[in-house]
């Protein structure tokens, strides 16, 4: 993924398994 | 809650270790930004665990790159 995705940042959830940019659809 | 170090953290896999950083930093962001909080946390993890750990210790530096997250999420929100 790129930093132009409109869905970027992922968002952190406490409690919620961290994917990270794995969290952002292509 | 037990304090974070880096042996603790080197023991546990990768995105685990950004889990618990995410779930220490996500407090004190919240503090600063209740509204943003979970987008900043997710733009910080993408740093190295040991910045990640400096901050966690030091409010200057944590506030320091939460204000600059802020700046390019704002830019890039206004693209």
Redesign the interface.
């Known amino acids: 993924s790129n ?2 995705n409109i869905n ?8 919620v ?5 794995q ?1 952002i659809d292509p | 809650q037990e304090p974070l170090d880096a042996t603790m953290l080197a023991s546990a896999p990768l ?1 685990d270790q ?2 618990l950083l ?2 220490r ?3 004190l962001i919240q503090a600063y930004h209740p509204n943003l ?3 900043i ?3 910080l ?2 740093m190295d665990n040991t910045e990640l750990l400096h901050m966690l210790e030091s409010p200057e530096s944590l506030h320091a790159k939460v204000d600059e997250a802020i700046a390019v ?1 704002k830019a ?1 929100q206004a ?1």
Do not use: S, V
Request: proline share 14%; glycine share 18%.
């Open positions: 930093g132009n970027w940042p992922p968002e952190f959830c406490p409690g398994p961290w994917k990270g940019l969290n | 995105m950004k889990q995410g779930e930093l996500y407090p909080a979970g987008k946390t997710g733009m993890l993408e999420l890039h693209k």
